[in-house]
């Protein structure tokens, strides 16, 4: 099933956001060739530019465990935590899928067995 992984990151004031995209844009490039990438975009908050959020879609949990725990990655991720001076926050998110039971009662020649 595949996964939205929600990453946000708060640019400190007076910090040049142009270095921070550069190694967000490294991440996303490195991850393109990744097993189970999907895709990805960056968004600005229209309320706080500040405020940005990067939405990164996977096949599969398991797939975005891999490159989240890459080592490559995490070198990057460095970096870009010591830019905004904090960890940067990860959610994941799956589709949501109501659980029904299918039934045949009430079609002609249910046997109700």
Partial sequence: MAVKIFIRRRI???EDSKKLFEL???????ATGRPGYISG???VSVDDPSCLLVVSTWRHMDD???WENDPERMEIQKKIDEIIGAETVYEGYHYYEEKTQA???GYKGWEGG
């Fill in 24 to 30: 967000i844009k490294e991440l996303r490039r490195r």
């Fill in 12 to 14: 400190p004031k007076g």
């Fill in 41 to 43: 975009e960056s968004l």
């Fill in 64 to 66: 975005w465990k891999a």
């Fill in 103 to 105: 039934t045949l009662r």
